[in-house]
């Protein structure tokens, strides 16, 4: 089973949404807690981008320079689910998010993702 994301939809500027990611179960069988993990976006005629990962402890974290200061990360390991709060939502937000487990990690430096291992994704649209 894939991740699950949830939580996406249509917000004014300014506006707040949270996502959420459940991985019961990966098709890895690695538990959740084994991975680091990413939420990543991709805009229509875009490539997709990595938007924030935490640590498999939540202990470090690295957030694209666009959503500083607005967006948080956490994660819930005992319910095997990844968090995005975004606060102060800008159109520039607006793509498909995803979540992901991800293979290369720097704390503050760079997130990339494993293939392979995408959802459905949630839709984010934020109009001015």
């Known amino acids: 089973v894939q991740p699950v994301e949830s939580g996406g939809g249509s917000v004014q500027a300014g506006g707040s949404l949270k996502l959420s990611c459940t991985a019961s179960?990966?098709?890895?069988?690695?538990?959740?807690?084994?991975?680091?993990w990413g939420w990543f976006r991709q805009a229509p005629g875009k490539e997709r981008e990595a938007v924030s990962c935490?640590?498999?402890?939540?202990?470090?974290?690295y957030y694209t320079d666009s959503v500083k200061g607005r967006f948080t990360i956490s994660r819930d390991n005992a319910q095997n689910t990844l968090y995005l709060q975004m606060s102060d939502l800008k159109p520039e937000d607006t793509a498909r998010y995803y979540c992901a487990t991800v293979n290369a990690y720097f704390a503050g430096q760079y997130c990339y993702p494993s293939p392979d291992s995408w959802g459905q994704g949630t839709q984010v649209t934020v109009s001015s």
């Open positions: 179960r990966l098709l890895s069988g690695v538990p959740f807690d084994g991975y680091v």
């Open positions: 935490i640590s498999r402890h939540g202990d470090s974290t």
